[in-house]
C-alpha cells in the first residue's frame, strides 16, 4: 500500500484484533453463557439458524446453503500468553488447508480447530498477511473431515445480493445469519495500521467470534471473509465487512506456495486534490523518499477544506492517470516489490516525472 490511514474515530470501528470472541488475555470460556433467574447458570452450546428465508429463486434456499457449507466451517481456538482467541474458518483444500483472519491467530501457540461434527484438531500455522487480515492453519485430518468451499468471483457481487454469514459467535459453532450486500469497496483498517479499500459491507448478523468465517452468496460460494463489525455498543448493529472472496484467493494461494506475502510498497500519505493526489508525508527511508518525492509544506483554506501546498500532487504512475488516493494504491498494490515505475507528479507548477523503484510494505 502507499498510504497509511488516519485514525478512525474509536467509538465508531471495532478494529479486526477486537472482533475475535476472546482476545488474548482475556480468561474467559468460549462457550456462551447465560444466567437464569435462580442464579444458576446454563452454558449454550447450540446450533443456530437466523434468517432462514428463501433468497431469490435463482439461489438456494438457506436450509440448502447451510447444509452445503457447515460441514466445511470450523470453530478455532488460539492460544497465547495469558489468554486464548475464539474464531471461524472454513475448508480450503482437500490438503487440510483452513482460511480465518490473522488477528484470530496473531501471537498463538497453539491453535486447535473444532468441526461441526464435535472432531478436533490440532492445527498448524502456515502463513499470515496482516495487510489483509488472512490466515491459513493446516490440519491432519481424514478426508472425511475436508470439505472444500468453493471461491466464488467477488467482482461479481452486486449491492443488494443475498448473502449468508456461517461461523461461531460467542462460541456458538454453526450458526447461520443472512442479510444483504450493503455497500462495495469499503475501506477498513488492518491489524498493521494499513488500509484494507475494497472490502464487502453486510448487514447480515455478525458477532465476536465470526472472525474468519465464510460470507456466502445465495449458491453456497465464499464471497469473502468476515472480518469486522462497525459499532458503537460492541454487538452487531447490522455493520459488518468481509475481506473479497478474489483478495482471498490470491493471499492464500501465497501463504500456501511460501508462508508469506509480499506487497508493492511505496511509503506517502495522500489526499485528493482537483489535479490528482497531494502528498502530504514522504515516509523516512521509503521509495518515495529516495526517489526524491516531496510532501506538502503547507496548506490553503479552499471552500472550507484546507488543501495542502508546496508538495509534488500526483497525476499518473506507470502511465496511468490518477485520480483518487484509492486509485493510486491500486496501481502500487498491481505492482510486485522491486519494480521501478515511473511517476508523473506536478511539482511548482511544472509536471516532472520521477522514477521510483517500489518496495516491499513493512
Do not use: C, W
Not at 100 to 112: L, R
Not at 196 to 221: E, F, K, M, V
Amino acid at each position: 500500500m502507499t498510504d497509511r490511514p488516519n485514525d478512525r474515530p474509536k467509538t465508531a470501528l471495532r478494529v479486526a484484533a477486537l472482533f475475535a470472541a476472546l482476545a488474548f488475555g482475556i480468561g474467559l470460556g468460549a462457550a456462551a453463557f447465560a444466567m437464569l433467574e435462580d442464579g444458576t447458570t446454563t452454558v449454550v452450546r447450540q446450533v443456530t439458524v437466523e434468517g432462514s428465508e428463501p433468497v431469490a429463486q435463482s439461489g438456494l434456499a438457506a436450509t440448502e446453503i447451510y447444509d452445503r457449507a457447515v460441514n466445511a466451517v470450523v470453530e478455532i481456538s488460539a492460544g497465547g500468553g495469558a489468554g486464548r482467541a475464539q474464531g471461524s474458518g472454513f475448508v480450503f483444500d482437500e490438503r487440510g488447508h483452513i482460511v480465518t483472519n490473522q488477528h484470530v491467530v496473531a501471537g498463538a501457540t497453539t491453535i486447535s480447530v473444532r468441526f461441526a461434527n464435535g472432531v478436533e484438531r490440532d492445527a498448524e500455522l502456515v502463513g499470515t498477511d496482516a495487510s489483509t487480515d488472512l490466515a491459513v492453519i493446516r490440519v491432519d485430518a481424514p478426508a472425511s473431515l475436508l470439505k472444500p468451499l468453493r471461491l466464488a468471483d467477488s467482482s461479481a457481487v452486486d449491492v443488494g445480493d443475498t448473502v449468508f454469514a456461517l461461523g461461531s459467535p460467542f462460541g456458538l459453532e454453526g450458526t447461520l445469519t443472512s442479510g444483504i450486500v450493503s455497500a462495495l469497496q469499503r475501506e477498513i483498517t488492518a491489524p498493521n495500521n494499513f488500509t484494507i479499500r475494497d472490502t464487502i459491507q453486510t448487514d447480515a448478523p455478525i458477532n465476536h467470534g465470526n472472525s474468519g468465517g465464510p460470507l456466502l452468496d445465495d449458491r453456497g460460494s465464499v464471497i469473502g471473509v468476515n472480518a469486522q463489525i462497525e459499532s458503537e455498543s460492541g454487538g452487531s448493529d447490522g455493520v459488518g465487512f468481509a475481506i473479497p472472496s478474489n483478495t482471498v484467493r490470491s493471499i492464500v494461494r501465497q501463504l500456501i506456495a511460501t508462508g508469506e506475502v509480499r506487497h508493492a510498497y511505496l511509503g506517502v500519505r495522500m489526499v485528493q486534490v482537483e489535479d490528482g493526489v497531494a502528498i502530504t508525508e514522504v515516509v523516512s527511508g521509503s521509495p518515495a523518499a529516495r526517489a526524491g518525492l516531496r510532501s506538502a509544506t503547507g496548506s490553503r483554506l479552499q471552500d472550507a477544506q484546507e488543501i495542502p501546498t508546496g508538495g509534488d500532487i500526483v497525476v499518473e504512475f506507470a502511465g496511468q492517470a490518477v485520480t483518487s488516493p484509492t486509485a493510486l494504491q491500486s496501481a502500487v498494490d498491481a505492482k510486485q516489490p522491486g519494480e521501478t515505475v515511473s511517476i508523473t507528479v506536478l511539482r511548482d507548477g511544472s509536471r516532472r516525472t520521477v522514477d521510483v523503484t517500489l518496495g516491499v510494505r513493512p
